[in-house]
């Protein structure tokens, strides 16, 4: 049996190491091996997976979670990798624990499409896109790991501490507790269009006002 990967449980997560040497088409069979022969062990358990040892593409990152969701019984939560898209590791860590340490939380993997609309008491966490005409609302805090280019709504219990981040900010509304941020669209934008340098951005609270700050261009040294 080859060791190209590693299976390694941890409180929050399920570790995936990978061999940073084999191509990755001997690196996925070896995947699609091992989650079955754990299939059993594991059970049905919502659970965060991490990447381990090896820098994977957007497209190889998907391509591996689909075989986990195929071949096991694990709903996948969030997904810690070294992938070089979207906001850094570290930062995703950050953020992650940061909303899931003060609650309830709901994740959303995909797409929300216009029309669609997700409602939860606590926070909400969207790992993918939201479109315009998509809505968000939580009496908690909202993170978008994506294009946030919809309505969101945090805080619905007028909670001020409540805050919203996303990799691309660009709102047709944004609402925290009873305070509605200065309008951020001067058109409603796809996600092909808006300003593909990105970067963290979190809103929140501060004199009254929602003030929107770059945290993509912080250091952290946690």
């Not at 790992?127 to 946030?148: C, D, E, Q, S, T």
């Amino acid at each position: 049996m080859n060791n190209y990967v590693i299976l390694k449980g941890k409180k929050d997560r399920l570790v995936i190491h990978l061999n940073s040497e084999v191509d990755f088409l001997t690196l996925r069979d070896s995947l699609v091996e091992k989650i079955r022969e754990a299939k059993n062990f594991i059970g049905n358990v919502h659970l965060a997976i991490e990447f381990s040892n090896r820098v994977l593409t957007e497209l190889e990152e998907n391509v591996l979670i689909d075989l986990i969701k195929l071949n096991s019984d694990i709903n996948i939560t969030y997904v810690f990798s070294e992938s070089g898209s979207g906001v850094n590791r570290k930062e995703k860590i950050k953020f992650f624990k940061a909303v899931t340490e003060e609650g309830p939380t709901k994740f959303f993997r995909g797409t929300l499409r216009s029309g669609s609309k997700i409602e939860y008491d606590g926070n909400i966490v969207v790992i993918g896109n939201v479109n315009p005409g998509a809505m968000l609302r939580a009496k908690g805090n909202i993170i978008v790991l994506g294009h946030l280019n919809g309505a969101v709504y945090a805080g619905l219990d007028d909670d001020k501490d409540a805050f919203i981040g996303a990799n691309y900010m660009n709102p047709i509304q944004l609402v925290i507790g009873s305070t509605t941020a200065k309008p951020m669209q001067k058109e409603i934008l796809d996600t092909n269009k808006v300003d593909r340098r990105g970067g963290f951005k979190i809103a929140y609270i501060k004199n009254s006002e929602i003030l929107i700050e770059d945290f993509s261009a912080r250091s952290y040294n946690e």
